[in-house]
């Protein structure tokens, strides 16, 4: 069974910046597609950031330029970098994984469909 945990939550002040982790365990797996959700209250999960198995990345538009997603293939750890924060990104950020999908689109990689593995969440909370 295959396990995700999120770290590096917190709260920042508007234009600060956040590193998240996300480690998959318990997985005979070699690689894993991974991406980052988020869900602010009262909003429906959205795709944020995604990484393939090939290191092909996809970024919703609200964040290119400012988020930074990458991952360690051999230990199976993907890594958010969320520069220049503003008060809408605060929200639940979630960690997802799937190990079959590749060369997704940036619709399919940004959809919470394409993942069968998810992660608790870890709070991002950006002051203004």
């Known amino acids: 069974q295959v396990q995700l945990a999120e770290s590096g939550g917190g709260s920042v002040q508007s234009g600060g910046s956040l590193r998240l982790s996300c480690a998959a365990s318990g997985s005979t797996f070699s690689r894993f597609s991974m991406a980052w959700f988020r869900q602010a209250p009262g909003k429906e999960r959205e795709g944020v950031a995604a990484?393939?198995?090939?290191?092909?990345?996809s970024y919703a538009d609200s964040v290119r330029g400012r988020f930074i997603i990458s991952h360690n293939n051999a230990q199976n750890i993907v890594y958010l970098q969320m520069n220049s924060l503003k008060p809408e990104d605060t929200a639940m950020y979630y960690c997802a994984a799937d190990p079959w999908s590749h060369g997704m689109t940036t619709r399919q990689a940004l959809g919470e469909s394409s993942y069968n593995y998810w992660g608790q969440g870890t709070q991002v909370t950006v002051s203004s």
């Open positions: 990484i393939g198995r090939d290191s092909d990345t």
